[in-house]
């Protein structure tokens, strides 16, 4: 095990929200999308080392829906990037066993981006690795309301009664019905927000928010919110106080 961490107790499902690439740039004197590329540079180092520590699913918020209201300039470079990345990066991420999934409005996405997500879901969903989703356009919100749509549209078929809908229902007509709920949520930069992000899906997750900003969230970085994650007492509501106590 890399850096220091113990094999038992480690989370399944890592979903981040990886913030502070603007502030980051600033801070050093660049340009913020020279903070949105060495960003992806994180994201990629990190995607080769969470397997090591028993992580099968990460699930990173790339683009939100609010995100298309930043100046055009930025938007677009945030999408050529996006772009070259669904490019250049398939052959390495499908050669380290990566399973490639996308969640959000994606309808919202130019067609092209559409297209190379397609051929990434594609080319990798025969891998047994790890699997990593994007979270691009997305909103929980209107995740949340979509499903809602969904399930009342079958009500009002008559194939459902209202007594019907289940926790489990809900899950499964979300964009993540085939992944596990995030066990930890990591969120840089400082923020103590969780800005519409699987509102539904982190109800017992585990949250470690750190200032560092994203694009100095290090593989030893990861390790910390590992090792601050092991010593947690996940409770899911119970107690673990005897009732006599
Ligand atoms: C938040 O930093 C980050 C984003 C809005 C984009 C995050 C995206 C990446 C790290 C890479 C995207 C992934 C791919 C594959 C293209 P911010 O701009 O909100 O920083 P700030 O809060 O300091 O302004």
């Known amino acids: 095990m890399p850096l220091k961490v113990e094999p038992q107790n480690l989370p399944h499902h890592v979903a981040i929200i990886m913030d502070g690439n603007g502030r980051w740039a600033q801070k050093k004197g660049l340009l913020r999308i020279q903070g949105h590329q060495e960003g992806v540079n994180r994201l990629e180092e990190l995607i080769e080392v969470v397997p090591d520590y028993g992580v099968k699913y990460l699930t990173l918020y790339a683009f939100s829906k609010e995100n298309w209201n930043r100046p055009k300039l930025e938007v677009s470079f945030l999408m050529n990037l996006l772009s070259t990345y669904l490019d250049l990066k398939l052959k390495k991420f499908h050669e380290h066993n990566v399973i490639f999934n996308f969640i959000g409005n994606l309808n919202d996405l130019p067609s092209l981006i559409q297209e190379k997500m397609k051929r990434n879901i594609e080319e990798t969903k025969k891998n047994t690795g790890l699997v990593v989703t994007f979270a691009i356009s997305y909103s929980s919100r209107l995740e949340l309301l979509q499903a809602c749509r969904k399930i009342a ?45 699987l509102l539904w899906q982190i109800s017992y997750a585990e949250l470690y928010l750190t200032d560092k900003f994203w694009p100095e969230f290090t593989e030893e970085e990861f ?23």
């Open 153 to 197: 549209e079958k009500v009002a078929q008559g194939v459902l009664t209202p007594g019907d809908i289940t926790e489990e229902m809900i899950s499964q007509h979300l964009y993540t019905a085939n992944l596990p709920d995030p066990d930890l949520l990591i969120r840089t930069s400082g923020e103590m927000r969780i800005s519409n992000f």
């Open 223 to 245: 390790a910390k919110a590992i090792q601050n994650y092991q010593k947690r007492e996940r409770r899911f509501g119970l107690t673990t106080v005897n009732p006599a106590s």
